[in-house]
Protein backbone atom coordinates (compact mmCIF):
# COMPACT_ATOMS: atom_id res chain seq x y z
CA UNK A 1 0.00 0.00 0.00
CA UNK A 2 2.89 2.15 0.93
CA UNK A 3 4.53 1.62 -2.56
CA UNK A 4 1.16 2.65 -4.36
CA UNK A 5 1.37 6.34 -2.78
CA UNK A 6 4.89 6.71 -3.79
CA UNK A 7 4.22 5.66 -6.93
CA UNK A 8 1.35 7.82 -7.22
CA UNK A 9 3.44 10.82 -6.16
CA UNK A 10 6.01 10.22 -8.66
CA UNK A 11 2.86 10.07 -11.52
CA UNK A 12 1.95 13.13 -10.41
CA UNK A 13 5.44 15.52 -9.91
CA UNK A 14 5.82 14.17 -13.75
CA UNK A 15 2.54 15.45 -15.11
CA UNK A 16 2.97 18.76 -12.89
CA UNK A 17 6.83 18.91 -14.78
CA UNK A 18 5.75 18.56 -17.91
CA UNK A 19 2.60 20.94 -17.95
CA UNK A 20 4.98 23.26 -16.76
CA UNK A 21 8.25 23.17 -18.27
CA UNK A 22 7.21 21.01 -21.71
CA UNK A 23 4.23 23.15 -22.56
CA UNK A 24 5.44 23.54 -26.15
CA UNK A 25 5.95 20.16 -26.59
CA UNK A 26 2.47 19.18 -25.61
CA UNK A 27 1.23 21.46 -27.86
CA UNK A 28 3.12 20.35 -31.33
CA UNK A 29 2.78 16.87 -30.19
CA UNK A 30 -1.11 16.42 -29.35
CA UNK A 31 -2.45 19.63 -31.16
CA UNK A 32 -4.85 18.54 -34.48
CA UNK A 33 -4.00 19.85 -37.99
CA UNK A 34 -4.82 22.95 -38.91
CA UNK A 35 -7.74 23.65 -41.24
CA UNK A 36 -7.34 26.09 -43.94
CA UNK A 37 -9.08 29.19 -44.03
CA UNK A 38 -10.72 30.67 -46.60
CA UNK A 39 -11.76 34.42 -46.14
CA UNK A 40 -15.08 35.32 -47.31
CA UNK A 41 -15.81 38.06 -50.19
CA UNK A 42 -16.66 41.26 -49.63
CA UNK A 43 -19.94 42.74 -50.73
CA UNK A 44 -20.20 44.44 -53.53
CA UNK A 45 -22.34 47.48 -54.59
CA UNK A 46 -24.76 45.45 -56.53
CA UNK A 47 -25.26 43.03 -53.40
CA UNK A 48 -25.97 46.42 -51.20
CA UNK A 49 -28.94 46.65 -53.82
CA UNK A 50 -30.36 43.62 -53.59
CA UNK A 51 -30.62 44.33 -49.45
CA UNK A 52 -34.48 43.08 -48.38
CA UNK A 53 -36.51 46.54 -47.95
CA UNK A 54 -37.85 47.15 -44.36
CA UNK A 55 -41.40 47.49 -43.70
CA UNK A 56 -43.10 50.73 -42.00
CA UNK A 57 -46.34 52.26 -41.10
CA UNK A 58 -46.65 56.15 -42.26
CA UNK A 59 -49.13 58.73 -42.44
CA UNK A 60 -49.67 61.31 -44.91
CA UNK A 61 -49.64 64.79 -42.90
CA UNK A 62 -50.32 68.30 -44.11
CA UNK A 63 -49.74 71.24 -42.40
CA UNK A 64 -52.69 73.00 -40.89
CA UNK A 65 -52.49 76.94 -40.03
CA UNK A 66 -53.33 76.95 -36.16
CA UNK A 67 -53.06 79.89 -33.49
CA UNK A 68 -49.60 79.83 -32.31
CA UNK A 69 -50.09 80.90 -28.64
CA UNK A 70 -47.70 82.49 -26.71
CA UNK A 71 -47.54 80.65 -23.34
CA UNK A 72 -46.54 82.47 -20.71
CA UNK A 73 -46.47 81.41 -16.63
CA UNK A 74 -48.34 84.20 -14.36
CA UNK A 75 -50.84 84.58 -11.43
CA UNK A 76 -54.01 86.63 -10.87
CA UNK A 77 -54.58 89.78 -9.41
CA UNK A 78 -56.97 91.77 -8.11
CA UNK A 79 -57.91 94.28 -10.41
CA UNK A 80 -58.09 97.09 -7.48
CA UNK A 81 -56.58 96.52 -3.83
CA UNK A 82 -56.37 99.69 -1.42
CA UNK A 83 -56.09 100.11 2.21
CA UNK A 84 -58.63 102.28 3.13
CA UNK A 85 -56.43 105.20 5.47
CA UNK A 86 -57.81 107.61 8.58
CA UNK A 87 -57.34 111.34 7.69
CA UNK A 88 -58.17 112.50 11.03
CA UNK A 89 -57.75 111.47 14.56
CA UNK A 90 -60.92 110.50 16.27
CA UNK A 91 -62.29 107.40 18.71
CA UNK A 92 -64.16 104.94 16.69
CA UNK A 93 -67.23 104.88 17.63
CA UNK A 94 -68.82 102.58 14.91
CA UNK A 95 -69.07 98.40 14.54
CA UNK A 96 -66.46 96.56 12.55
CA UNK A 97 -67.32 94.27 9.59
CA UNK A 98 -65.30 91.34 9.45
CA UNK A 99 -62.91 90.30 6.72
CA UNK A 100 -64.68 88.52 4.04
CA UNK A 101 -67.15 90.80 3.95
CA UNK A 102 -68.81 92.24 0.90
CA UNK A 103 -69.07 95.94 0.71
CA UNK A 104 -70.59 98.31 -1.63
CA UNK A 105 -69.15 101.68 -3.41
CA UNK A 106 -69.73 104.15 -0.49
CA UNK A 107 -70.41 102.03 2.12
CA UNK A 108 -69.12 102.81 5.79
CA UNK A 109 -66.34 101.04 7.19
CA UNK A 110 -65.33 103.38 10.10
CA UNK A 111 -67.00 106.26 12.08
CA UNK A 112 -65.53 108.78 14.03
CA UNK A 113 -66.04 111.00 17.09
CA UNK A 114 -67.05 114.27 15.96
CA UNK A 115 -65.41 115.57 19.32
CA UNK A 116 -65.75 119.23 19.15
CA UNK A 117 -66.00 120.16 15.61
CA UNK A 118 -69.39 120.63 15.27
CA UNK A 119 -68.81 123.30 17.35
CA UNK A 120 -66.22 124.53 15.57
CA UNK A 121 -68.00 124.63 12.30
CA UNK A 122 -71.04 126.98 14.40
CA UNK A 123 -68.28 129.21 15.37
CA UNK A 124 -67.14 129.90 12.15
CA UNK A 125 -70.60 129.93 10.78
CA UNK A 126 -71.14 133.21 13.69
CA UNK A 127 -67.92 134.53 12.54
CA UNK A 128 -69.24 134.58 8.98
CA UNK A 129 -72.88 136.28 10.35
CA UNK A 130 -70.61 139.00 11.88
CA UNK A 131 -68.59 139.59 9.35
CA UNK A 132 -71.63 140.11 6.90
CA UNK A 133 -72.96 142.90 9.37
CA UNK A 134 -70.27 144.88 9.04
CA UNK A 135 -70.40 145.25 4.86
CA UNK A 136 -73.59 148.04 5.29
CA UNK A 137 -71.52 150.11 8.54
CA UNK A 138 -68.34 149.92 5.73
CA UNK A 139 -70.48 151.21 3.03
CA UNK A 140 -72.28 153.93 4.63
CA UNK A 141 -68.90 155.02 5.73
CA UNK A 142 -67.58 154.94 2.49
CA UNK A 143 -71.10 156.39 1.26
CA UNK A 144 -70.47 159.22 4.13
CA UNK A 145 -66.82 159.75 2.88
CA UNK A 146 -67.18 160.13 -0.49
CA UNK A 147 -70.33 163.05 0.00
CA UNK A 148 -67.52 164.76 2.23
CA UNK A 149 -64.89 164.39 -0.47
CA UNK A 150 -67.19 166.01 -2.93
CA UNK A 151 -67.72 168.96 -0.54
CA UNK A 152 -64.48 169.51 -0.19
CA UNK A 153 -63.47 169.69 -3.64
CA UNK A 154 -66.31 171.99 -4.51
CA UNK A 155 -64.93 174.31 -1.53
CA UNK A 156 -61.63 174.06 -2.74
CA UNK A 157 -62.40 175.11 -6.21
CA UNK A 158 -64.47 177.89 -4.94
CA UNK A 159 -61.46 179.05 -3.00
CA UNK A 160 -58.97 178.93 -5.83
CA UNK A 161 -61.18 181.11 -8.53
CA UNK A 162 -62.03 183.37 -5.24
CA UNK A 163 -57.71 184.07 -4.32
CA UNK A 164 -57.48 184.45 -8.06
CA UNK A 165 -59.96 187.14 -8.01
CA UNK A 166 -58.39 188.66 -4.63
CA UNK A 167 -61.60 187.64 -2.41
CA UNK A 168 -60.32 184.79 -0.69
CA UNK A 169 -57.32 185.19 1.63
CA UNK A 170 -54.11 182.42 1.29
CA UNK A 171 -55.11 180.62 4.42
CA UNK A 172 -58.94 180.25 3.30
CA UNK A 173 -57.32 178.01 0.00
CA UNK A 174 -54.98 176.05 2.42
CA UNK A 175 -57.44 174.99 4.65
CA UNK A 176 -59.70 173.99 1.74
CA UNK A 177 -57.23 172.30 0.33
CA UNK A 178 -56.04 170.23 3.54
CA UNK A 179 -59.58 169.42 3.97
CA UNK A 180 -59.90 167.93 0.33
CA UNK A 181 -56.82 165.94 1.64
CA UNK A 182 -58.36 164.61 4.37
CA UNK A 183 -61.32 163.71 2.55
CA UNK A 184 -59.56 161.66 -0.13
CA UNK A 185 -58.18 159.81 3.00
CA UNK A 186 -61.54 159.47 4.35
CA UNK A 187 -62.51 157.77 1.30
CA UNK A 188 -59.76 155.17 1.37
CA UNK A 189 -60.08 154.30 4.86
CA UNK A 190 -63.84 153.54 4.49
CA UNK A 191 -62.70 151.76 1.54
CA UNK A 192 -60.34 149.47 3.35
CA UNK A 193 -62.91 149.02 6.05
CA UNK A 194 -64.76 147.42 3.50
CA UNK A 195 -62.84 145.53 1.82
CA UNK A 196 -61.53 144.43 5.08
CA UNK A 197 -65.83 143.42 5.90
CA UNK A 198 -65.24 141.28 2.53
CA UNK A 199 -62.26 139.63 3.47
CA UNK A 200 -63.76 138.78 7.26
CA UNK A 201 -66.61 137.03 5.00
CA UNK A 202 -63.91 135.20 2.69
CA UNK A 203 -62.52 134.07 6.09
CA UNK A 204 -65.27 132.66 7.79
CA UNK A 205 -66.19 130.65 4.50
CA UNK A 206 -62.54 129.40 4.43
CA UNK A 207 -63.44 128.28 8.04
CA UNK A 208 -66.53 127.05 7.53
CA UNK A 209 -65.58 124.61 4.18
CA UNK A 210 -62.29 123.49 6.15
CA UNK A 211 -65.04 122.37 9.51
CA UNK A 212 -67.30 120.57 6.92
CA UNK A 213 -64.64 119.15 5.27
CA UNK A 214 -63.50 117.94 8.67
CA UNK A 215 -66.59 116.18 9.21
CA UNK A 216 -66.52 114.64 6.41
CA UNK A 217 -63.15 112.81 7.34
CA UNK A 218 -64.98 111.33 10.32
CA UNK A 219 -67.38 108.94 8.10
CA UNK A 220 -64.63 106.14 6.23
CA UNK A 221 -66.04 104.95 3.38
CA UNK A 222 -65.60 102.27 0.72
CA UNK A 223 -64.24 104.12 -2.89
CA UNK A 224 -65.25 100.93 -4.72
CA UNK A 225 -67.60 97.29 -4.40
CA UNK A 226 -65.45 94.65 -3.42
CA UNK A 227 -64.37 92.43 -0.77
CA UNK A 228 -63.01 93.05 2.66
CA UNK A 229 -59.43 91.58 3.58
CA UNK A 230 -59.11 92.51 6.77
CA UNK A 231 -61.66 93.30 9.52
CA UNK A 232 -62.15 97.33 10.05
CA UNK A 233 -61.30 99.10 12.92
CA UNK A 234 -62.44 97.90 16.49
CA UNK A 235 -64.96 99.83 18.20
CA UNK A 236 -63.30 102.48 20.86
CA UNK A 237 -59.55 102.42 18.86
CA UNK A 238 -58.30 105.70 18.87
CA UNK A 239 -57.41 106.43 14.96
CA UNK A 240 -54.54 108.79 13.96
CA UNK A 241 -54.08 110.30 10.68
CA UNK A 242 -52.35 107.13 8.28
CA UNK A 243 -53.69 104.60 10.59
CA UNK A 244 -55.28 101.45 8.44
CA UNK A 245 -59.45 100.91 9.02
CA UNK A 246 -59.70 97.56 6.30
CA UNK A 247 -58.42 96.98 2.99
CA UNK A 248 -60.40 96.95 0.01
CA UNK A 249 -59.87 94.11 -3.60
CA UNK A 250 -62.15 94.49 -6.13
CA UNK A 251 -61.98 90.13 -8.26
CA UNK A 252 -64.44 91.12 -10.67
CA UNK A 253 -63.10 91.18 -13.58
CA UNK A 254 -60.12 89.74 -12.43
CA UNK A 255 -56.71 90.23 -13.72
CA UNK A 256 -54.46 87.40 -15.21
CA UNK A 257 -50.40 89.03 -15.10
CA UNK A 258 -47.78 87.57 -17.13
CA UNK A 259 -44.22 88.71 -17.93
CA UNK A 260 -43.44 87.62 -22.08
CA UNK A 261 -39.81 86.99 -23.26
CA UNK A 262 -38.14 89.77 -25.81
CA UNK A 263 -38.52 87.02 -28.49
CA UNK A 264 -42.50 86.83 -28.35
CA UNK A 265 -43.55 90.36 -27.09
CA UNK A 266 -43.65 91.29 -31.33
CA UNK A 267 -46.77 88.83 -31.30
CA UNK A 268 -49.13 90.07 -28.89
CA UNK A 269 -51.12 93.01 -29.58
CA UNK A 270 -53.91 94.25 -27.05
CA UNK A 271 -57.25 92.95 -27.30
CA UNK A 272 -55.99 89.47 -28.40
CA UNK A 273 -57.93 86.27 -27.30
CA UNK A 274 -56.37 84.60 -24.08
CA UNK A 275 -56.91 81.58 -21.97
CA UNK A 276 -55.58 80.56 -18.95
CA UNK A 277 -55.12 77.38 -16.77
CA UNK A 278 -54.90 77.12 -13.43
CA UNK A 279 -53.01 74.93 -11.05
CA UNK A 280 -56.33 73.64 -10.06
CA UNK A 281 -57.34 72.71 -13.49
CA UNK A 282 -59.69 75.14 -14.49
CA UNK A 283 -59.72 77.06 -17.67
CA UNK A 284 -60.99 80.57 -18.19
CA UNK A 285 -60.69 83.07 -21.03
CA UNK A 286 -60.42 86.77 -21.73
CA UNK A 287 -58.15 88.87 -23.78
CA UNK A 288 -55.16 90.71 -23.48
CA UNK A 289 -55.58 94.91 -21.69
CA UNK A 290 -52.20 95.61 -21.22
CA UNK A 291 -48.87 95.29 -22.87
CA UNK A 292 -45.79 97.09 -21.29
CA UNK A 293 -43.76 99.36 -23.86
CA UNK A 294 -40.93 99.69 -21.25
CA UNK A 295 -38.79 95.94 -20.01
CA UNK A 296 -38.20 94.67 -16.53
CA UNK A 297 -34.40 96.20 -16.03
CA UNK A 298 -33.48 92.80 -14.59
CA UNK A 299 -35.44 90.11 -16.55
CA UNK A 300 -35.79 91.75 -19.85
CA UNK A 301 -39.63 90.59 -19.71
CA UNK A 302 -42.38 92.92 -20.44
CA UNK A 303 -45.15 92.63 -18.57
CA UNK A 304 -48.95 91.76 -20.16
CA UNK A 305 -51.87 91.67 -18.37
CA UNK A 306 -55.78 89.83 -19.34
CA UNK A 307 -59.01 90.71 -18.55
CA UNK A 308 -61.04 87.37 -17.08
CA UNK A 309 -65.04 87.62 -16.10
CA UNK A 310 -65.30 86.44 -12.51
CA UNK A 311 -68.62 86.83 -11.35
CA UNK A 312 -68.81 84.21 -8.93
CA UNK A 313 -65.66 85.87 -7.00
CA UNK A 314 -64.19 81.79 -7.98
CA UNK A 315 -60.61 82.90 -8.79
CA UNK A 316 -58.40 84.06 -6.34
CA UNK A 317 -56.02 86.66 -5.92
CA UNK A 318 -51.94 85.08 -6.15
CA UNK A 319 -53.32 82.06 -7.99
CA UNK A 320 -50.85 80.26 -10.16
CA UNK A 321 -51.94 80.27 -14.13
CA UNK A 322 -50.49 79.01 -17.31
CA UNK A 323 -51.36 81.48 -19.50
CA UNK A 324 -51.97 80.93 -23.63
CA UNK A 325 -52.47 84.53 -25.52
CA UNK A 326 -53.47 83.53 -29.43
CA UNK A 327 -51.13 85.08 -32.17
CA UNK A 328 -50.94 84.82 -36.01
CA UNK A 329 -51.72 81.47 -37.21
CA UNK A 330 -48.47 79.43 -38.31
CA UNK A 331 -48.62 76.07 -40.89
CA UNK A 332 -48.03 73.14 -38.59
CA UNK A 333 -47.98 69.55 -38.55
CA UNK A 334 -50.54 67.25 -36.40
CA UNK A 335 -48.91 64.31 -35.37
CA UNK A 336 -48.56 61.16 -32.96
CA UNK A 337 -45.72 61.96 -30.11
CA UNK A 338 -44.33 58.86 -30.61
CA UNK A 339 -42.95 59.84 -34.37
CA UNK A 340 -40.78 61.99 -32.97
CA UNK A 341 -37.72 60.65 -32.28
CA UNK A 342 -33.67 61.57 -31.89
CA UNK A 343 -30.72 61.21 -35.05
CA UNK A 344 -27.19 60.87 -34.44
CA UNK A 345 -26.01 63.87 -33.23
CA UNK A 346 -29.47 64.25 -30.95
CA UNK A 347 -31.06 66.35 -33.04
CA UNK A 348 -35.30 66.01 -32.74
CA UNK A 349 -37.14 65.22 -35.66
CA UNK A 350 -39.33 62.64 -37.81
CA UNK A 351 -38.32 59.87 -39.89
CA UNK A 352 -40.39 60.77 -43.84
CA UNK A 353 -40.30 58.12 -46.78
CA UNK A 354 -38.93 59.56 -50.16
CA UNK A 355 -39.50 57.56 -53.01
CA UNK A 356 -38.11 53.86 -51.96
CA UNK A 357 -36.36 55.14 -49.00
CA UNK A 358 -36.21 56.44 -45.66
CA UNK A 359 -34.92 60.35 -44.60
CA UNK A 360 -34.87 62.19 -41.63
CA UNK A 361 -35.87 65.83 -41.22
CA UNK A 362 -35.96 68.26 -38.04
CA UNK A 363 -38.90 69.60 -36.42
CA UNK A 364 -39.77 72.53 -33.62
CA UNK A 365 -42.22 71.52 -31.03
CA UNK A 366 -45.14 74.06 -31.00
CA UNK A 367 -47.32 72.62 -28.19
CA UNK A 368 -48.63 69.19 -27.48
CA UNK A 369 -52.26 68.16 -27.04
CA UNK A 370 -54.72 65.67 -26.18
CA UNK A 371 -54.26 64.12 -30.49
CA UNK A 372 -50.91 64.69 -30.62
CA UNK A 373 -48.07 67.07 -31.03
CA UNK A 374 -48.31 70.34 -33.00
CA UNK A 375 -44.43 70.21 -35.10
CA UNK A 376 -43.17 73.01 -37.91
CA UNK A 377 -40.43 72.75 -40.15
CA UNK A 378 -41.50 70.05 -42.11
CA UNK A 379 -43.00 70.74 -46.18
CA UNK A 380 -46.68 71.22 -46.27
CA UNK A 381 -47.54 67.44 -47.31
CA UNK A 382 -44.92 64.61 -46.15
CA UNK A 383 -45.33 61.01 -45.43
CA UNK A 384 -44.13 60.66 -41.86
CA UNK A 385 -42.98 57.25 -40.32
CA UNK A 386 -45.05 56.40 -37.16
CA UNK A 387 -44.16 52.60 -36.82
CA UNK A 388 -40.90 51.27 -37.30
CA UNK A 389 -38.76 54.71 -37.51
CA UNK A 390 -36.23 53.63 -34.81
CA UNK A 391 -35.49 50.85 -36.74
CA UNK A 392 -34.33 52.89 -39.96
CA UNK A 393 -31.64 55.40 -41.19
CA UNK A 394 -32.10 57.88 -43.58
CA UNK A 395 -31.28 56.34 -47.81
CA UNK A 396 -32.72 52.74 -46.25
CA UNK A 397 -35.53 51.04 -48.42
CA UNK A 398 -38.54 50.80 -46.87
CA UNK A 399 -42.15 49.70 -48.21
CA UNK A 400 -44.44 51.75 -46.29
CA UNK A 401 -48.19 50.94 -45.63
CA UNK A 402 -50.53 53.81 -44.91
CA UNK A 403 -53.21 52.71 -42.37
CA UNK A 404 -55.59 55.49 -44.44
CA UNK A 405 -55.21 53.47 -47.29
CA UNK A 406 -56.97 49.82 -46.02
CA UNK A 407 -54.31 48.51 -44.75
CA UNK A 408 -52.68 47.39 -47.97
CA UNK A 409 -49.13 48.20 -48.00
CA UNK A 410 -47.52 50.37 -51.35
CA UNK A 411 -44.14 50.96 -52.26
CA UNK A 412 -43.72 54.90 -51.39
CA UNK A 413 -44.05 57.10 -54.47
Known sequence: MRLFSILAAIVAALVIYAFVFERAWLK??????????????????????????????????????????VVVRGRTEAQRQVDVRAETSGRIISDPLRKGAFVEAGQLLCQLDPGTRKATLAEARARRAEAETRIPEAAARLA???????????NDTAASKLSESGYA??????????ALSSGKAAVQAAKSGLDAASTGIEAADAIIAAAREE??????????????????????????????CGTIIQLDPIKLVGFVPETAVD????????????????????????????????????????????????????????????????PAHL???SA??????????????????ADFLPVNLMRDSPEGVWVTGLPDA????????????????????????????????
Open 28 to 69: NTFAPAETPVTEAPAPTPEDATTTTAVGVVAIHSRAQDIDSA
Open 144 to 154: EAEARLAEAQI
Open 169 to 178: SDTRVASTRA
Open 215 to 244: LTRLEINAPFKGLLESDTAELGSLMQPGEL
Open 267 to 330: RIVVGAKARAKLVSGREVGGEVTFLSRSADPETRTFRVEMTVPNPDLTLRDGQTAEIMIASDGT
Open 335 to 337: LPQ
Open 340 to 357: LTLNDEGTLGVRIVTGDA
Open 382 to 413: VDVIVIGQEYVIAGVPVTASYPGDGGAEEQAQ
